[in-house]
């Protein structure tokens, strides 16, 4: 089973920047495409950002391209996701998950897949 957990969230200004982080295994790092979800009230879960073990191809959801970057660090077991001009409707708990078999572009797309974990609150306020 794989294990992932996430952290780094907290509270920022509309405009500022968070980075998370979810550490998960070596295995799991080198050998499972990693993505980015998030939840927030009353809204479903969705994704915004995934990244291959293969080659680094990542994708982001539209409301995230150009302010939000994932990275992995290999030697560090760790996927991050870098959050920039942040915006109050980001406000949500970011979880992250692993799979070996489903693309990058299928896995963002269907949340639905996934178990998840506790998670990291993210929240953008004045």
């Known amino acids: 089973q794989v294990q992932l957990v996430e952290s780094g969230g907290g509270l920022v200004q509309p405009g500022g920047s968070l980075k998370i982080s979810c550490a998960v295994s070596?295995?799991?790092?080198?050998?499972?495409?990693v993505g980015w979800f998030r939840q927030a009230p009353g809204k479903e879960r969705e994704g915004v950002s995934c990244i291959s073990s293969a080659d680094d191809t990542t994708y982001y959801a539209e409301s995230v391209k150009g302010r939000f970057t994932i990275t992995r660090d290999v030697a560090k077991a760790t996927v991050y996701l870098q959050m920039n001009s942040l915006k109050p409707e980001d406000t949500a708990v970011y979880y992250c998950?692993?799979?070996?078999?489903?693309?990058?572009?299928?896995?963002?797309?269907?949340?639905?897949?996934?178990?998840w974990g506790q998670g990291t609150q993210v929240t953008v306020s004045s």
């Open positions: 070596e295995y799991t790092v080198r050998n499972y495409n």
């Open positions: 998950a692993a799979d070996h078999i489903t693309s990058i572009q299928r896995m963002c797309n269907m949340p639905s897949l996934y178990q």
